[in-house]
């Protein structure tokens, strides 16, 4: 026993020092354990992040609140390039490392980086432009257009931080360096929750910008955050490095990249899509619904995000063990990581389902709200054991650089199943919110099942990237 606390202890500290590993030949327990310790901190940083943030925005009220929903909705459609493009770098990244190929790792990146910047900057013009006629479409209620806009204007023009945190995080863990991604995570929302109160509040004679000073702390402190990102990616400390060789644009593998990375944003978008609507579907029932819907979700991402974090492990062994030709040693990482987050989901779910008032009541103390966001956590985590698989097997997918199979599987229960339902259950049948929420955990139970069919028929080790 005290022989595994030690061993525990040691392969804990080595994976934050972020020693780099051939993961395609040491013991896939201890890739997994390595690869997911920074992961799952770097996504409980950006768990808490979200959950300190609606904390201090609750205290502005309820259309605060709303604001901050709705805005994250629109974002859907940036996350979403950023999602995407940050799939296809790690796949492409990590294929490249199986293969022991690094200088061309280094021109993959480059691309990347060129993709990112060029897309975020053409999306941020037009958010911040029409920054209230996106509020007014979502649904918003006047006197929420005319308090939140600026908040909404801010966090458009500054999504580039947003989407290249994403995208060069990506890249690191492909590299098999989720160390340097959790670190670029922690120093920027660390500065984000640091900024919150004093950019919202002010202190002393400084009056601060109310909800507007929580806009400008998210993008000042993952601009810090990606400054230190492509601090390490040029440095020449690691074998993943971007010299002057690589800074050339290779059309063909920009070609690669858009192909992967519409598989990827298309999974993003039709996920980000059907929440659009189901947003706009409580935004119907008022503020106070709005509001606990939006906190409900706050709180659900502080368990999902660290599950997320630990299927990515899934991604990087799956994208490394293709490039060197081992192919059930693939499969075998993704069976592992699966019961690993299995495990983690079961126990969030008890602690949900017996404390979920307790926890709402940390946020908000109105109590149309407190019940909405309860009731919320109760039904939604009913499913999270099927998530759990579900998560793992569309981060194999992605590694494998087979980002097209979780896209059409997102439609068909996303779309042609999740919208409707909705619908039909929150409007004729009287449960109006939890009616929704009932359709969430159902659907992305179906959605982890039928990925888990798909990823055992196999096609996805015949993919090329």
Known sequence: MAQRIRLFFTLFKEAIRGQEQDY????????????????????????LFAVVDIFF??????????????????LTIIYSVGVGVSMAGTALVARRFGEKDYQRAGTVSFQLLLVGVVSSAAMGMAGFVYAEELLVLMGAEPDLVATGTGFTRIIMAGNMAILLLFLINGIFRGAGQPHLAMRALWISNGLNILLDPLLI???????????????????????VGVVYQVYHLVNGKHRLTITSKNLKVRWKTLKNIVSISAGGMGQFLVDGAAWIFLTRLAATYGSATMAGYTIAFRILLFSLMPAWGLSAAASTLVGQSLGAGKYFRAELSAYYTARYNLIFLA???????????????????????VEVAAKGLKITV???????????????????????????INIGVFWCLEIPLAFIVAQYTGLRADGIFMVIAFCHSLHALVALWFFRKGHWKKTLV
């Open 201 to 223: 509040f002010g202190w002393g004679s400084f009056e601060g910008f109310g909800l507007e000073g929580a806009a400008w702390a998210t993008t000042l402190g993952r601009s």
């Open 24 to 47: 395609t030949r040491i013991s896939l327990k201890t890739g997994i354990f390595l690869l997911a310790v920074p992961m799952i901190l770097e996504m409980l940083m950006e768990s």
């Open 57 to 74: 925005v609750g205290k502005l009220g309820e259309h605060a609140i709303a604001t901050v929903g709705l805005t994250e909705a629109m």
């Open 347 to 369: 126990v969030v779910t008890a602690v949900y389902l017996l404390f979920a008032d307790v926890i709402v009541g940390w946020f908000t103390d109105i109590p149309e709200v």
């Open 382 to 408: 009913l499913g999270y054991v099927f998530f759990a698989v579900g998560m793992v097997m569309v981060q194999a997918f992605n590694g494998a650089g087979d980002t097209k199979t979780p896209a059409y």
